[in-house]
């Protein structure tokens, strides 16, 4: 008697599933359909705008770049398995970035926020970057009212702290930093599903911070170490800057900016692609002052004279003579 009650209420499930699918539209199949096809969410995202945007701005960075689209996979991967009922919770997107200065996180960062806001983890397609100084307070009762205001920004997209270690200052017993730690670490916490905290800065000191906040480093889930660039890498981007400009280089003065780069390399307080832009300027307003000086002797310049970056802009840098440029002295 049993066993016939458990197969009717059996019967009565599946007749009520198949009349639930009958009248289910094609339209309604075609949605669910959509939402599981991978290849759709991707096409509709425009993530791959933003992969090309990446790319285009960026050399080199291979680890750094598999690792974002890494995470942008799993986003996508966790709304197909929304759309037929399966639920991970909201994953954990707070990371950090780690690496020297000029390698690139700043950016990568915009392009992570626009990526976010692509997929849906985000309400809006903004980036907030900020330093100790917009967070931090100077005296009692100044720090939570600056940390609130700064979140309350940064609200429903990215905030972007660059060196963050900087919040951390054991050895002053009279600093509010560890005041915004608590804060940051209850909305990262509580508010994680509206906001993605990034923190930025050099590993060995982020390394430190982490060991000194375990609060902070077990709300942290994805590390991206950013690393320098090689003379090759430095050179394509050289290239890419002063075309980004209208400038160019000839083969001779192209060659002579590859020795730039080497003997720069070897010098202190280099800042990777910040440098070769610095380094660019400084070409550029040797080439504006050479100009100037032969306008004396010559016709109005040709538009290829205009564009071109000569050797002797780039030579004229104190590096080839054991100096550095316009970036401290020696």
């Given at each position: 008697?049993?066993?016939?009650?458990?197969?009717?209420?059996?019967?009565?499930?599946?007749?009520?599933?198949?009349?639930?699918?009958?009248?289910?539209?094609?339209?309604?199949?075609?949605?669910?359909?959509r939402?599981?096809?991978?290849?759709?969410?991707?096409?509709?995202?425009?993530?791959?705008?933003?992969?090309?945007?990446l790319?285009?701005?960026?050399?080199?960075?291979?680890?750094?770049?598999?690792?974002?689209r890494?995470?942008?996979?799993?986003?996508?991967?966790?709304?197909?398995?929304?759309?037929?009922?399966?639920n991970a919770g909201?994953?954990?997107?707070?990371?950090?970035?780690?690496?020297?200065?000029?390698?690139?996180?700043?950016?990568?960062?915009?392009?992570?926020?626009?990526?976010?806001h692509r997929?849906?983890?985000?309400?809006s397609?903004?980036?907030?970057?900020?330093?100790?100084?917009?967070?931090?307070?100077?005296?009692?009762?100044?720090?939570?009212?600056?940390?609130?205001?700064?979140?309350?920004?940064a609200?429903?997209g990215?905030?972007?702290?660059?060196?963050?270690?900087?919040?951390?200052?054991?050895?002053?017993?009279?600093?509010y930093?560890?005041?915004?730690?608590?804060?940051?670490?209850?909305?990262?916490?509580?508010?994680?599903?509206?906001?993605?905290?990034?923190?930025?800065?050099?590993?060995?000191?982020?390394?430190?911070?982490f060991?000194s906040?375990?609060?902070?480093?077990?709300?942290?889930?994805?590390?991206?170490?950013?690393?320098?660039y090689?003379?090759?890498?430095?050179?394509?981007?050289?290239?890419?800057?002063?075309?980004?400009?209208?400038?160019?280089?000839?083969?001779?003065?192209?060659?002579?900016?590859?020795?730039?780069?080497?003997?720069?390399l070897?010098?202190?307080?280099?800042?990777?692609a910040?440098?070769?832009?610095?380094?660019?300027?400084?070409?550029?307003?040797?080439?504006a002052n050479?100009?100037?000086?032969?306008?004396?002797?010559?016709?109005?310049?040709?538009?290829?004279?205009?564009?071109?970056?000569?050797a002797?802009?780039?030579?004229?840098?104190?590096?080839?003579?054991?100096?550095?440029?316009?970036?401290?002295?020696k």
């Amino acid at each position: 008697m049993r066993e016939t009650h458990n197969q009717t209420n059996v019967t009565k499930q599946l007749t009520r599933l198949m009349n639930a699918f009958i009248n289910i539209t094609p339209a309604e199949l075609a949605a669910d359909h959509r939402d599981r096809d991978l290849a759709a969410l991707y096409r509709e995202s425009g993530i791959a705008e933003v992969f090309d945007k990446l790319d285009r701005e960026l050399v080199g960075l291979a680890p750094v770049k598999s690792r974002i689209r890494e995470i942008a996979a799993l986003l996508l991967v966790d709304k197909a398995r929304n759309a037929v009922g399966l639920n991970a919770g909201s994953p954990s997107l707070h990371m950090c970035f780690t690496g020297n200065p000029g390698t690139g996180k700043t950016t990568v960062a915009m392009r992570m926020a626009d990526i976010l806001h692509r997929l849906g983890y985000t309400r809006s397609n903004h980036l907030v970057a900020v330093t100790r100084d917009d967070l931090v307070g100077q005296y009692i009762g100044h720090t939570a009212p600056k940390t609130k205001e700064v979140l309350k920004k940064a609200m429903g997209g990215v905030l972007f702290i660059d060196e963050a270690y900087y919040l951390f200052r054991p050895e002053n017993e009279r600093d509010y930093g560890q005041e915004a730690i608590e804060i940051l670490l209850q909305v990262m916490e509580n508010q994680r599903d509206d906001l993605v905290v990034i923190l930025a800065g050099y590993k060995n000191r982020m390394d430190t911070f982490f060991r000194s906040n375990p609060g902070m480093a077990s709300r942290v889930a994805h590390h991206l170490d950013f690393p320098d660039y090689s003379t090759d890498e430095l050179l394509r981007i050289a290239q890419l800057l002063i075309a980004q400009m209208d400038y160019r280089f000839d083969e001779t003065s192209l060659a002579t900016m590859r020795e730039y780069i080497a003997l720069r390399l070897q010098q202190p307080n280099f800042a990777n692609a910040r440098s070769i832009r610095n380094a660019l300027d400084r070409a550029r307003l040797r080439q504006a002052n050479r100009l100037f000086i032969d306008a004396g002797n010559n016709a109005a310049p040709a538009r290829e004279e205009l564009m071109l970056i000569a050797a002797q802009d780039i030579r004229a840098s104190r590096v080839f003579r054991g100096g550095l440029d316009g970036e401290g002295t020696k």
